[in-house]
């Protein structure tokens, strides 16, 4: 209902408490001749002229709340379109992720434990992962190197904690994306990354340039390495919270990433698996 609408249905309900006052006030005439008798009448009229009264008054209240949240909810929406557009700005430049579903990271993580216990048959080599899209002459995708049941299973309680096989390998889904998104705004020139994307969506405030990245990336102990910052995690599996954290103490122990500080920044590095 607009306020055109509401204004009118406002007017008509008033029109009716009009009418319905004047034919009161002619039966308070008309009992005025028997006043003994008309006192009990009167305290009912006053009553119920004080509840249509309060009503009313409930109604216009709700009328002027809603129309004051009018303007309110165009802002809402003309911001809503402005995020989508950005949104589909960043999806543009953001590169497709790698990803497995659990039955695939479960399948991968059986097959050795399985070649094992096979006879006649020599330990089988991991699946190699592959991109889902082209990669540059000369570069590797970030290593997807998958922890197993049994090394999951070889820690101790206390670190291991409630920790799940597909909790650990999808956090390493998301740090291999974060390496990716790095090694993008490493090597591309400012000028080809979507101006929303550069300065708002990935890194904070610190690291809006790329020459700060730049010259991590050529540090000697990163050259040549697919890392991300410890400012980068930022879900969808992998978080800075108790889990996320017993997640990377987890990796770090198997040897999956380590980790350097590079002036205040943390930076986590991917580790090749053995060959």
């Known amino acids: 209902m607009d306020v055109k609408q509401a204004g009118s249905s406002l007017d008509s309900l008033i029109s009716s408490f009009n009418t319905r006052i004047a034919e009161l006030q002619e039966l308070v005439i008309a009992r005025n001749m028997y006043p003994a008798s008309s006192v009990t009448d009167l305290?009912?009229?006053?009553?119920?002229?004080?509840a249509m009264e309060l009503q009313?008054?409930?109604?216009?209240?709700?009328?002027?709340?809603?129309?004051?949240?009018?303007?309110?909810?165009?802002?809402?929406?003309?911001?809503?379109?402005r995020q989508q557009k950005k949104l589909h700005s960043m999806s543009v430049h953001v590169p497709e992720r790698t990803t497995f579903s659990n039955s695939e990271i479960n399948n991968r993580s059986i097959l050795p434990e399985a070649s094992n216990q096979l006879p006649g048959f020599g330990p089988l080599k991991p699946?190699?992962?592959?991109a889902t899209h082209?990669?540059?002459?000369?570069?590797?995708?970030?290593?997807?190197?998958?922890?197993?049941?049994?090394e999951l299973d070889s820690l101790s309680s206390y670190m291991r904690g409630r920790l799940t096989l597909d909790k650990v390998n999808a956090a390493i889904n998301d740090m291999a994306a974060y390496a990716d998104s790095n090694f993008q705004l490493i090597t591309a020139p400012k000028k080809k990354l979507a101006e929303n994307l550069w300065e708002k969506a990935l890194f904070p405030p610190e690291l809006l340039h790329d020459k700060e990245l730049r010259d991590i990336a050529m540090t000697e102990s990163i050259k040549g390495k697919h890392f991300f910052l410890e400012t980068d995690i930022k879900g969808p599996s992998l978080k800075l919270d108790n889990t996320g954290k017993a997640i990377l103490t987890v990796l770090r122990h198997l040897g999956r990433i380590s980790e350097t500080r590079i002036g205040h920044h943390r930076v986590i590095i991917l580790s090749k698996p053995q060959t």
């Open 43 to 50: 305290k009912a009229v006053d009553a119920a002229l004080k």
């Open 127 to 130: 699946e190699e992962p592959v």
């Open 134 to 150: 082209k990669e540059k002459k000369g570069r590797s995708p970030p290593p997807l190197w998958y922890i197993t049941a049994a």
């Open 56 to 81: 009313v008054q409930a109604i216009k209240d709700r009328l002027r709340e809603e129309t004051l949240a009018i303007p309110k909810a165009k802002k809402l929406i003309e911001a809503s379109l």
